[in-house]
């Protein structure tokens, strides 16, 4: 079975552009989420949908920040104006209802 | 919210001693504890989980317990080897499928 698909896989940008990441969530699942990873903060949540609806978006980091789901095999996080903080991991995960969370490999953004 | 804290940050053993990680928790709501690896540029993979109704659980090596009054639950890997280095994260949530919150990872090195 596929696991949760995620593009790009590297991604360097220059500051001030706009960055978009993609993800497909595994078939079948209701739920997913968008987790972003550095060294000083660890994991952290920046939103999560379920039944393509947004729950809990208090993660994300300011308005520069935007993620969609517009069907359920398909969501984004757009990042708009970019900035060298926002270098990071960004990981996209996905589960069934009240089941295991399975993470997509991630996508290492790199502002410049 | 919940806040999750895990210790050690980083953990150094030789094959084949035992290693734990220990996480504790603040929401008396919560009742999913999972445990999850990652190795170097991968996505987080869950490796075995507990809920709150149960004291402990085992998968060969591997072994969670949790104490649900102390708010405090912990890995336990024996017999380590080489392949079991890698960051383990901890995490918790009130319903499993729902958005985790994590501990800031143990780096576990395994020298031969």
């Known amino acids: 079975d596929a696991g949760v698909i995620q593009s790009p896989r590297h991604e360097v940008t220059e500051m001030g552009q706009e960055v978009t990441l993609r993800c497909k969530p595994i078939?079948?699942?209701?739920?997913l989420f968008w987790y972003r990873q550095t060294m000083m903060r660890g994991l952290e949540l920046l939103i999560y949908f379920n039944n393509n609806v947004p729950i809990d978006d208090s993660g994300m980091p300011e308005d520069r920040f935007s993620a969609k789901m517009p069907n359920a095999s398909f969501s984004t996080l757009k990042i708009q104006p970019s900035e060298p903080r926002d270098s990071a991991v960004y990981f996209c995960?996905?589960?069934?209802?009240?089941?295991?969370?399975?993470f997509g490999e991630g996508s290492w953004l790199t502002v410049v | 919210g919940e806040n999750v804290e895990q210790h050690p940050s980083t953990l150094s053993v030789q094959e084949g001693d035992s290693a734990v990680i220990k996480c504790t928790y603040s929401d008396s709501a919560s009742n999913y504890f999972p445990w999850y690896k990652q190795e170097l540029g991968k996505g987080p993979q869950l490796i075995i989980d507990i809920r709150s109704n149960v004291g402990e659980k085992k998968d060969q090596r591997i072994a969670v317990t949790l104490n649900k009054t102390a708010k405090h639950f912990s890995l336990h890997i024996t017999e380590t080897q080489p392949e079991d280095s890698a960051v383990y994260f901890c995490?918790?949530?009130?319903?499993?499928?729902?958005?985790?919150?994590f501990g800031k990872g143990t780096t576990l090195s395994v020298s031969s």
């Open positions: 995960a996905s589960s069934r209802q009240g089941n295991t969370i399975y």
């Open positions: 995490a918790a949530n009130r319903q499993a499928g729902t958005a985790l919150i």
């Open positions: 078939s079948g699942h209701n739920s």
